[in-house]
């Protein structure tokens, strides 16, 4: 079981920590009461998106045996208009970085991370059409 505490700092202004006992900020606007110090929740919301991907792909990969050197990956959003104001379009371009990277290799480890181990995407994807790109960079 997972659990996860949130305190209050100062109007919209909050510390997390999970049960890995590390701690993160989150902020709100100085229109909603915030310092604007902090990454909103939504934003959170993708970087963990983003970082359940990034390990499953670098998982996979290894297990290739294809000798990635960088992954990066960008994200674009859309959110409803409406309360909630859930996503409705995520974009993910996966930038890998090597020399000679099989296409396909990198193609499978980013279907199977979106369709099989990435949780995050799963959920997501209930409210959220989620689609990725791929960007190989051919290093020297």
Same mark, same amino acid.
């Given at each position: 079981?997972?659990?996860? +505490?949130?305190?209050?700092?100062?109007?919209?202004?909050? %510390? %997390?920590?999970?049960?890995?006992?590390?701690?993160?900020?989150?902020?709100?606007?100085?229109?909603?009461?915030?310092?604007?110090?902090?990454?909103?929740?939504?934003?959170?919301?993708?970087?963990?998106?983003?970082?359940?991907?990034?390990?499953?792909? &670098?998982?996979?990969?290894? +297990?290739? +045996?294809?000798?990635?050197?960088?992954?990066?990956?960008?994200?674009?959003? &859309?959110?409803? &208009?409406?309360?909630?104001?859930? =996503?409705?379009?995520?974009?993910?371009?996966?930038?890998? =970085?090597? +020399?000679? @990277?099989?296409?396909?290799? @990198?193609?499978?480890?980013?279907?199977?991370?979106?369709?099989? =181990?990435?949780?995050?995407?799963?959920?997501?994807?209930?409210?959220?059409?989620?689609? %990725?790109?791929?960007?190989?960079?051919?290093?020297?």
């Amino acid at each position: 079981m997972s659990e996860v +505490k949130i305190q209050q700092l100062k109007g919209a202004s909050f %510390a %997390a920590r999970g049960s890995s006992g590390h701690w993160v900020m989150m902020d709100g606007t100085e229109a909603v009461g915030g310092v604007d110090g902090a990454s909103r929740p939504m934003e959170m919301v993708l970087f963990g998106l983003g970082g359940c991907t990034a390990v499953d792909v &670098e998982i996979i990969l290894k +297990k290739m +045996k294809v000798p990635v050197e960088k992954i990066e990956i960008d994200i674009s959003s &859309e959110r409803a &208009e409406n309360h909630p104001k859930v =996503y409705t379009k995520i974009n993910m371009t996966y930038h890998f =970085y090597g +020399k000679d @990277l099989p296409l396909k290799k @990198l193609e499978k480890a980013v279907q199977l991370s979106k369709e099989t =181990y990435c949780s995050v995407s799963a959920m997501l994807a209930s409210t959220a059409k989620i689609t %990725a790109n791929i960007e190989n960079h051919n290093t020297l």
